[in-house]
């Protein structure tokens, strides 16, 4: 009977979360300060940051770089046009892989499940210490 109650599980997961479905889109960050391209790059999906809310940098005046980056090399880099994760399939019905954070310039063990058509779930984790939040799409 477990078996047959696991199986219906996984059946219903697969049926909301499908490893086939495509979280391929632009995405509005849960706080909406930023908008993230996510796309096919091999058979895994890839997010690139395309708009920020605050695009200049105050202080400068100049548009907002990945200053908190612990490479040097890296600082000058502008988060517009930014990679922030490649994730491949997980066996779960969704992504995962690093994700990189430019509010702190630090990567984390991240993971990505498309919730709906208009919702994905992005969390991510450092050591025991996990959270998400709930991107928006705001296009194809």
Request: charged share 20%.
């Amino acid at each position: 009977m477990r078996t047959i109650a696991l199986i219906v599980a996984l059946l219903l997961f697969g049926a909301v979360h499908p490893a086939s479905a495509n979280p391929s889109g632009t995405w509005l960050t849960q706080n909406g300060d930023a908008r993230i391209r996510v796309a096919a790059c091999g058979k895994s999906i890839c997010a690139t940051v395309v708009w920020l809310r605050d695009a200049i940098d105050q202080a400068t005046g100049k548009p907002q770089t990945d200053n908190k980056n612990p490479d040097p090399r890296r600082q000058n880099r502008k988060i517009v046009g930014l990679q922030i994760f490649s994730m491949a399939p997980n066996g779960e019905g969704g992504w995962a892989g690093p994700i990189y954070n430019s509010d702190d310039g630090k990567t984390y063990a991240g993971k990505v499940f498309l919730r709906g058509p208009k919702q994905l779930e992005v969390g991510g984790c450092a050591g025991a210490f996990c959270g998400s939040e709930m991107w928006s799409r705001v296009g194809r």
